[in-house]
């Protein structure tokens, strides 16, 4: 019953995962409402062609699990991490998208990086609480707001990393990388 409690505290990230959806769909829709074949946006728009149904679930994973971590920047209901089903959403697509990809090492790195993740948020949630709660000074503030833009870099590099590994396996971008090294 506790775990159903904590999935149903999850409907406002379906909320704001259904408007970044909208957004994201919104923004393209703009970007290539005007698509020339010869312009800039064929580069953009090109990434995209040519992935397999397996790239593209993969990038799905990546996509989710970014937005929920963009989520959990602005979340301070932590709990234990055993009991806390944010750690279970950071750590479920990671595993699931390099169980698809056959990158069997980088389960436990990936895994290892949930945690650290998991221990920074929860960090957030204690300086935000001592914060809100106890007393605002301004080296804690300042420390709250270092260790939010540590985070937010920390999270996207890694999914920034990952989107370049599926990306590099299209055959379309594999092509131009070994046209550049002749």
Known sequence: MNILNEIANLFPFIVSFSVAIF???LITYFLFKKFNPKGRKLKIYGIFLGLSNLNTISISLL???Y???VYCLFQ?????IFEDVHFYFLLIPGILYNLLNKRYFNILLDSLNSVILYFVLFSKMIFHDYI????S??????????LLIFTFIYGTYFMVKDVDYVLKKNKYIQRKL?????
């Open 23 to 25: 957004l994201v769909l």
């Open 63 to 65: 996509g989710v699990r």
């Open 67 to 69: 937005i929920f971590f």
């Open 76 to 80: 301070n209901d932590y709990v234990s």
């Open 132 to 135: 809100f709660t106890v007393q």
């Open 137 to 146: 000074v301004w080296y804690v503030v300042l420390i709250y707001i270092l």
């Open 178 to 182: 070994k046209k550049g090294e002749k």
